[in-house]
């Protein structure tokens, strides 16, 4: 089955730093690839997600990077604010006739000190 | 858009009674809903998943006995937690997948607490 690595697992940062969370999936067949933000008791967020035929993606300060090749995933964060404090998870799915899961990375908790 | 919701947020029960937890998609259809558990400080940890109209896929080392799952309608889907123990107490999460999508949308959780 598929296996996500992620890290780190803590990252701290000064407000207006920017913040770089990265992933490693095993199985070339994954073909999409979504981060999440999860704010204490609460669920996660979709922030931002990536398709296998797109190499990059961006969203105001929040961009997704896919290298395919060598089967790794990035999430950058530029002018990090207060706010962007939080757990963030990435996840790997392969996708086939409606059917797939997601294997989610352990998670990297963000702190942005103001 | 992409709302779902779960009810209730947070619940507390004696040991050995069984406990309820609803998820529903609130502003589009969910062919798949998936059942996870989420342990303090640690990633998810996906129990189940649930199409509509049919048994519920329980993933290895989940007990189907003890988490019943049922997805009645493309907007509902219910994780009964069967004579609840202490060590069942954690936080449980829904997502749901759109009927011709792959995006997972998450709800809110629930905190489940056994006395």
């Known amino acids: 089955g598929e296996n996500v690595e992620q890290h780190p697992s803590t990252l701290s940062v000064q407000e207006g730093d920017s913040a770089v969370i990265k992933c490693t999936y095993s199985?070339?067949?994954?073909?999409?690839f979504p981060w999440y933000k999860q704010e204490l008791g609460k669920g996660p967020q979709l922030i931002i997600d990536?398709?296998?035929?797109?190499g990059e993606k961006k969203d105001q300060r929040i961009a997704v990077t896919l290298n395919k090749t060598a089967k790794h995933f990035s999430l950058h964060i530029t002018e990090t604010q207060p706010e962007d404090s939080a757990v963030y998870f990435c996840?790997?799915?392969?996708?086939?006739?409606?059917?797939?899961?997601?294997?989610f990375g352990k998670g990297t908790m963000l702190l942005v000190s103001p | 858009g992409a709302v779902v919701s779960q009810h209730p947020s947070r619940v507390i029960c004696k040991s050995g009674t069984s406990v309820k937890i609803e998820c529903r998609s609130l502003?589009?259809?969910?062919?798949?809903m998936f059942w996870y558990r989420q342990f303090p400080k640690k990633s998810l940890m996906l129990m189940a998943t649930?199409?509509?109209?049919?048994?519920?896929?329980?993933e290895q080392g989940v007990e189907k006995d003890k988490f019943l799952i049922n997805h009645a309608s493309l907007t509902l889907s219910t994780l009964t937690v069967t004579s609840a123990h202490p060590e069942d107490s954690s936080f449980y999460i829904c997502?749901?997948?759109?009927?011709?999508?792959?995006?997972?949308?998450f709800g809110p959780g629930t905190r489940l607490l056994v006395l």
């Open positions: 199985d070339s067949a994954s073909n999409y």
């Open positions: 996840a790997a799915s392969w996708t086939n006739s409606g059917y797939s899961t997601l294997t």
């Open positions: 997502s749901a997948r759109e009927s011709y999508g792959e995006t997972q949308y």
């Open positions: 502003d589009f259809q969910a062919t798949t």
């Open positions: 990536i398709r296998s035929n797109v």
């Open positions: 649930s199409n509509e109209g049919s048994k519920a896929t329980y």
